[in-house]
């Protein structure tokens, strides 16, 4: 054990290590228990009986509390995404509906919306799509909507042989913006709907949206549920589960 070879950096690297596995899986779905996780991991480290003259392994423990401590930010951001539930749903600010027809706010009443922060550019919003296009097949008839919301970011081109983006030599149009927009969903096979948000729009400081894909689900009777950010396959799981619960209410 760590307390027995307290003086082994190696040891202290894998205790920090499977610590910061377990509050990283936390940090952005439960930030209380990861918050717990991590201070009890350094109270851990500040317990150890180190050797003053193992300079290694007091090195492997600074080093350790430094790593457990970059999750302050992370626990602190998904707490502010947490207090977001139970707050109304936001009227929509749309300039341009892409890829379906136009909705208003009241089309989402009565319905689980899930509302999908994201753009083009994005690596990690890519990855997500299977999910988002396996939702909205499997739940479309169901009281169900789904919205990808997006900027205008004016400075890229699509090809939609290739799926490559490039930059642009001059500054889109909107009108092109919003082609572009629609070829990138024809290619990626995207069935949702996506809006382009107006200049100024406040929906993204609503959600508390600091990174994407950001999702926020919002329940039938209009309040926030649950918001995720990032992809991979616990935040889907986690999203899928809760919009399954909710269909049923």
């Not at 930010?73 to 379906?100: M, Y």
């Not at 990138?184 to 400081?205: E, M, N, V, Y």
């Amino acid at each position: 054990s760590l307390k027995k070879n307290a003086n082994q950096p190696k040891t202290i690297r894998q205790y920090s290590q499977k610590a910061g596995q377990q509050i990283s899986g936390l940090a952005r779905s439960d930030p209380d228990q990861a918050e717990k996780k991590q201070k009890d991991a350094l109270t851990f480290l500040n317990g150890l009986a180190l050797n003053e003259s193992a300079a290694a392994a007091l090195k492997a423990v600074t080093s350790a509390k430094a790593s457990l401590k970059r999750f302050d930010r992370t626990i602190a951001s998904t707490r502010k995404l947490v207090a977001l539930n139970g707050k109304d749903i936001a009227p929509l600010q749309v300039e341009k509906w892409v890829n379906g027809t136009p909705l208003t706010d009241d089309d989402l009443k009565g319905k689980v919306v899930v509302l999908d922060f994201w753009a083009v550019w994005c690596g990690p919003c890519i990855r997500t799509f299977p999910h988002l296009i396996k939702w909205q097949a499997k739940y479309d008839k169901k009281d169900f909507v789904l919205i990808g919301l997006t900027n205008y970011y004016k400075r890229y081109n699509f090809n939609d042989k290739t799926g490559q983006l490039s930059r642009a030599q001059a500054p889109q149009t909107a009108e092109q913006e919003q082609a572009m927009v629609q070829q990138f969903a024809d290619f990626h096979k995207l069935k949702h709907r996506l809006a382009i948000q107006p200049k100024g729009s406040t929906l993204s400081r609503y959600y508390g949206v600091s990174g994407i894909p950001h999702v926020t689900v919002i329940d039938k009777k209009g309040k926030i549920r649950m918001t995720r950010v990032g992809s991979g396959p616990a935040n889907a799981t986690a999203i899928q589960e809760l919009v399954e619960k909710l269909i049923k209410e």
